[in-house]
């Protein structure tokens, strides 16, 4: 249970599932494909699906509006769907997102999207950090190859990310990871 006893409904949060983020995304066709499914079932089961996008990609000006700034063409938030817009990594950070899920009763967030090693952690630990139950969905966020920097190659920083996140811990909330298949809104 998470620290919001009175807050007893779940969220699909959709992180930075833009086009120029994922442009280059390990199984970036599949992880989409995922997150779809997941957000056909959160609308089905009247789960909120929450849409974050990054407005600022390596500290330049913003690009809010621009066509590598929209969702992926493959998703299309619905009429209605709260839409975020973050400077930071976490998308809690200076932006409505705490506002958001309070408003909609939210405990829990399911969270799916990119970059693996950038926002979507970022996002995993404001939200736990917040007192949220949070759910990572496996199989479901991604991240480009950036072993030219020195990080290692993106199937290891979504294992890794996965093996880390399922041992969280804190008073009065959980956090798991679970596969696409296996998630219960």
Not at 66 to 90: F, N, T
Request: aromatic share 6%; with cysteine.
């Amino acid at each position: 249970m998470s620290q919001f006893p009175d807050r007893h409904r779940s969220a699909l949060l959709v992180v930075d599932v833009q086009v120029d983020v994922v442009a280059e995304a390990h199984d970036r066709d599949g992880v989409v494909a995922r997150v779809r499914d997941l957000v056909d079932e959160a609308r089905t089961a009247d789960v909120p699906v929450v849409w974050v996008q990054d407005t600022l990609r390596g500290g330049g000006p913003s690009r809010s509006g621009s066509a590598g700034w929209q969702v992926v063409p493959e998703l299309e938030p619905g009429e209605g769907e709260p839409r975020i817009e973050k400077d930071y990594g976490d998308a809690f950070e200076a932006t409505g997102l705490g506002d958001v899920l309070s408003d909609l009763g939210v405990g829990r967030v399911v969270v799916v999207g990119a970059q693996t090693d950038a926002c979507v952690r970022a996002t995993l630990h404001g939200a736990f950090v917040r007192g949220y139950d949070v759910t990572l969905v496996s199989d479901a966020h991604t991240t480009e190859d950036l072993t030219a920097y020195g990080a290692p190659p993106p199937a290891q920083v979504v294992a890794h990310t996965n093996l880390y996140w399922q041992f969280q811990g804190g008073p009065d909330r959980t956090a798991d990871v679970v596969a696409a298949a296996d998630v219960a809104f």
